[in-house]
């Protein structure tokens, strides 16, 4: 009796069972770590419309998303790579800082993934590593001059197309009482992108060479270049104050019309064409040529200006990240991005200015990474410590350049020519 009671218990348990609705597993989780906060901000245009139309399209993944800003992105990363932790995806620049967490065994293989994902093959490449594919570029930055139209015209000044004629421009800019260059140097990194166009337009592929360990950083296109810098320093054309000001100052500074360039990246398009933002006319335009050096006005500075990459953490819900950097390369997503060039294929420029910095990126027929990313993690912050000194009038820049290649020999090699 007891035997056939049990019997007829578990039949009925098996019904019910049966009857109950099936429940689906736990969602997968991804963490992103990324730079911006999703707000309402016209820079952070994309990345909420990133997250809000992924978690829409995709609600069986719960999408954390960390913002960390700049550097804290960096400097969070660096330190979870060496202790192989972290999140599943990361924002990253590409280069060679990303390249080392690759050789380090910290990325996840998306080539075969992501290989036929539409895209610029400039911002493919930032996202590889000795031919492995590990993200997506959704945006591509390259760095130029942004020119307060309004200022040059009251002042009968054209932009200028030679570095003399900059010259000549910010000297009569100063005579004006107008402040030539905002740069917001107090930040370090600012000072980066003009020093990289300078040390090109003397040299060349001078960095290439000495990245390679071909040349030396103290040689005479980075010592002129420094050089130059330190002259233009002094001679006010970036205020009176550039250690002092960040680049947020920088950007006021252009807003309010009190100085008339700026050479930065192509990713301050959103905010210097937004009218909430500056009531200034702001036009993008190529960094000039120098006459007898070995640069040319199509070597263009840039790199990717939002990209992703996904850790090994991530192996095991790979089908997720590879979902999260299709999307992140969608035309629904990309649409929402008010300032920078995009490298999607069918995003049309959002605004004249994107349209002008799109314009100078299609001329470039060579493309130089941002130093800071194309080289070692160990060499980057002190690259940008020993430019910033070139703001103080008594340095030699010389020996500050030289002191840099003592620690690119010790975390690389020795230059050889």
């Not at 736990?26 to 419309?49: E, N």
């Not at 993200?135 to 009251?154: D, L, T």
């Not at 001679?235 to 920088?250: I, Q």
Request: with cysteine.
């Amino acid at each position: 009796m007891k035997k056939r009671m049990f019997v007829v218990l578990v039949a009925l348990a098996c019904c019910l069972m049966a009857a109950l609705p099936v429940f689906s597993q736990s969602k997968v989780k991804l963490t992103v770590w990324g730079r911006d906060i999703a707000d309402d901000g016209a820079d952070h245009a994309y990345v909420k419309a990133l997250i809000t139309g992924f978690q829409a399209k995709n609600p069986d993944i719960q999408l954390e998303y960390i913002p960390l800003g700049d550097p804290g992105l960096a400097d969070k990363t660096k330190i979870a790579m060496a202790s192989n932790s972290g999140p599943d995806i990361f924002q990253s620049w590409g280069g060679s800082v990303m390249g080392g967490y690759a050789d380090a065994g910290r990325l996840l293989d998306l080539t075969s993934d992501l290989k036929s994902v539409p895209g610029s093959a400039a911002a493919q490449g930032a996202m590889s590593w000795k031919g492995k594919i590990y993200g997506v570029a959704p945006f591509f930055a390259i760095a130029g001059i942004f020119v307060n139209e309004g200022i040059f015209k009251a002042n009968g000044l054209s932009v200028p197309t030679s570095v003399a004629e900059m010259e000549k421009v910010s000297d009569a800019l100063l005579a004006k009482g107008i402040q030539p260059f905002a740069c917001g140097e107090k930040d370090k990194w600012p000072a980066l992108a003009m020093y990289m166009y300078l040390t090109n337009r003397f040299g060349g592929d001078a960095f290439g060479l000495a990245q390679g360990r071909k040349l030396r950083f103290d040689d005479a296109s980075f010592v002129n270049a420094a050089q130059k810098y330190q002259d233009w320093i002094k001679k006010g054309y970036f205020g009176t104050k550039p250690l002092g000001e960040g680049y947020g100052d920088a950007q006021q500074l252009m807003a309010t019309g009190k100085a008339a360039m700026h050479v930065t990246g192509s990713w301050m398009c959103a905010q210097y064409s937004n009218k909430a933002f500056t009531d200034q006319t702001i036009g993008f335009y190529a960094f000039p040529a120098l006459a007898g050096g070995k640069g040319k006005i199509t070597d263009i500075m840039g790199m990717t200006d939002i990209g992703f990459a996904a850790t090994k953490l991530a192996a095991d819900k790979k089908a997720a990240v590879v979902k999260f950097m299709k999307y992140a390369m969608s035309t629904e997503a990309c649409a929402a991005e008010p300032g920078r060039i995009c490298s999607v294929p069918g995003v049309k420029a959002p605004s004249h200015l994107t349209d002008m910095a799109a314009g100078v990126f299609a001329t470039a027929k060579n493309v130089q990474f941002w130093w800071d990313q194309d080289l070692p993690p160990a060499v980057t912050s002190p690259l940008n410590d020993a430019i910033q000194t070139f703001f103080l009038a008594d340095t030699n820049v010389k020996a500050s350049l030289t002191s840099f290649e003592s620690l690119m020999e010790e975390n690389v090699g020795p230059a050889k020519k």
